[in-house]
């Protein structure tokens, strides 16, 4: 008899919360199963350096079961990079059964300091919860021309994932898109969809994830692929956090506890708290009966129990944002048309 197998591609790996979804799906799939971890990362060290990680956490949590793992070289500002990820996929892989898409790039610069300041003594649980000091670069764009935020969070998945169907439709995969507490809708102008002009790219990202699951998980379910979004509440991100200094880093987690002690149920803190609804949807949701038009945010009350909590998506611009980033695709589907190549020569 065959051994059972499932195939968990996770993009972002090498981030915090990334790293923690691979930790919680390996306590949560069947331990009969042989799973198989792949770990995105832009360079092959660190790729290295994350599966290291894993294959610690597998041998502390004693897993019975198999626990195998590959690596996808993948730089998402790069179509060329995407392309070449979906070669090595369709190579190795008949069938996928996870994907997550941990997208994360942010074009910060700074903070501003005065502004911090204000926003912590005015307003201290806003000021960590939806904080408007964080100093994000405008017009940034990729070596493709495209909007860079636009193309790392939004556009240089939905390609791979939109490439990859076929492998999704014979694992009857689970899609877990990433979105963020702060994706606002005022974040986002139609007008700008690839971001160049926004002085808050990443959330306006998160904002155009939202509006694109909407416009697809009902197509991809008709080809039995489940499609859900999560946002991973407020916690430790190692990428942001190296603009703060000892102080500054102690006086924010600070503030992080007395926002959950005040009743805040974002304020997960830990990347292991933040990945429950990640790993939730993927391995647990009931598609029967559980709601795909619905966020899951990854909760925590005051004690530090986690669960799982909803919030109603606003679908203004569903269509417009689908149909420009429709477009795009058939456009780089003729730019590539004749591209090769073979990202995994080491």
Request: net charge neutral.
């Amino acid at each position: 008899m065959t051994e059972p197998r499932k195939v968990a591609v996770i993009t972002g790996t090498n981030s915090n919360l990334g790293l923690n979804i691979a930790y919680r799906l390996i306590e949560e799939v069947d331990r009969d199963v042989r799973l198989t971890i792949v770990v995105t990362s832009r360079t092959l060290p660190r790729a290295r350096e994350v599966i290291d990680q894993i294959q610690q956490f597998v041998k502390k949590s004693q897993r019975p079961g198999p626990v195998d793992y590959d690596y996808l070289l993948v730089d998402f500002t790069d179509m060329v990079s995407v392309l070449g990820a979906y070669y090595d996929l369709n190579k190795q892989y008949k069938e996928i059964h996870y994907f997550f898409v941990n997208a994360a790039q942010g074009v910060y610069s700074g903070i501003d300091w005065l502004g911090a300041v204000k926003e912590v003594f005015t307003s201290p649980i806003e000021a960590v919860t939806n904080p408007t000091y964080k100093i994000q670069r405008v017009g940034v764009k990729s070596q493709d021309g495209m909007g860079l935020v636009f193309q790392a969070n939004v556009f240089g998945p939905y390609y791979l994932i939109q490439k990859i169907l076929p492998q999704l439709r014979a694992g009857k995969a689970v899609v877990v898109w990433i979105s963020s507490i702060m994706s606002n809708p005022k974040y986002l102008s139609l007008d700008d969809i690839e971001l160049r002009r926004s002085p808050a790219s990443y959330e306006g990202s998160k904002r155009l994830v939202d509006l694109m699951h909407l416009a697809t998980y009902k197509d991809l379910k008709s080809q039995g692929i489940k499609q859900y979004i999560v946002q991973p509440g407020i916690f430790i991100s190692h990428s942001f956090f190296k603009y703060l200094n000892v102080l500054s880093y102690y006086g924010m987690l600070l503030l992080f506890y007395l926002a959950r002690f005040m009743g805040s149920p974002w304020h997960n803190i830990d990347g292991y708290r933040a990945a429950n609804a990640p790993v939730y949807v993927a391995t647990m949701a009931n598609p029967v009966f559980e709601q795909q038009d619905v966020k899951y945010g990854s909760a925590t009350d005051k004690g530090g129990l986690e669960y799982i909590r909803t919030e109603e998506i606003e679908p203004t611009g569903v269509q417009d944002v689908y149909s420009y980033i429709n477009k795009l695709k058939e456009d780089w589907d003729g730019k590539l048309k004749d591209q090769i190549t073979n990202s995994r020569q080491v």
